[in-house]
């Protein structure tokens, strides 16, 4: 066990855990060097991620905010799939959920440019990929120093307590809690140092803030859950989804008869 008993009894009570030295800063540097080749790459690509929805007063006369997403960093470039890997960060992920039969759900990284960076409504990620469990957890990787000015991430602490809220999202595939009940200036921010990593449930209700700074926000995330979990509906099918990245995975054997009885 890599955590203190402190440590999982703020987990346990939070919902979340920053955490310090989970990868070197030559690993931290590899990642950040690639993750802008990848999105320098794809400039001419449609990368805009912006929640939709009517969680927002925001009137049409505001002016545009951006965020960049691409999904499968692991597809890109070898930095990222170590990262995936590591030992440290699966020991760490194993003592939050309780198993090392670890698997992938899927990967991404936001980018929110300086000064138009989009913010992000209060939500929990259960309502895009509900398992039976709640076994998931985020791994949120900061690419950059982060606070409420650059558009850090915000959480209500204690909410992943409350189970599965109900989704007030308005558009298909777009989700969020009651903003009314949960509202951003009331979140709690989560500021954090290039190189920390911020542990959380796919129950916490969470968000992040505009980025009004002269500073980008760089962020990359791993999702991932117990291989002893089961989806409670087919959602968000990713690449590598399902992959084994600690342990063993009990279900294989019987997915590859059904497979074979259905071919």
């Not at 030295?21 to 590899?30: F, N, Q």
């Not at 002016?63 to 070898?78: D, E, F, Y």
């Not at 992000?120 to 709640?134: A, E, R, V």
Request: proline share 5%; with cysteine.
């Amino acid at each position: 066990m890599l955590l203190s008993e402190s440590q999982l009894k703020f987990y346990s009570e939070n919902g979340y855990l920053v955490l310090d030295e989970v990868y070197s800063t030559r690993e931290i540097d590899e990642c950040s060097s690639e993750y802008d080749k990848v999105f320098a790459l794809k400039e001419n690509y449609d990368l805009e991620a912006t929640w939709k929805g009517n969680w927002t007063t925001d009137t049409a006369s505001s002016p545009p905010t951006q965020v960049l997403s691409i999904h499968s960093l692991q597809n890109h470039a070898a930095i990222f799939t170590k990262m995936l890997l590591k030992d440290t960060l699966l020991e760490i992920v194993a003592d939050l959920i309780g198993t090392k039969d670890i698997l992938l759900h899927h990967t991404k990284a936001h980018l929110k440019p300086p000064g138009k960076g989009s913010p992000f409504p209060m939500h929990q990620d259960y309502q895009y990929f509900p398992y039976k469990n709640d076994s998931l957890v985020a791994v949120f990787i900061h690419l950059d120093d982060t606070n409420m000015e650059n558009g850090g991430l915000a959480v209500y602490p204690g909410s992943h307590k409350l189970g599965p809220l109900e989704d007030k999202g308005d558009i298909s595939g777009w989700h969020y809690v009651d903003q009314d009940k949960f509202p951003i200036d009331k979140a709690t921010s989560v500021n954090a140092r290039r190189g920390q990593v911020v542990i959380f449930s796919y129950l916490l209700v969470h968000g992040s803030f505009p980025n009004t700074s002269d500073r980008v926000r760089r962020m990359l995330l791993f999702q991932m859950m117990s291989a002893h979990d089961e989806k409670l509906r087919e959602t968000h099918h990713s690449p590598c989804q399902g992959m084994v990245l600690s342990g063993r995975n009990p279900h294989a054997e019987a997915n590859i008869k059904k497979r074979h009885e259905t071919s």
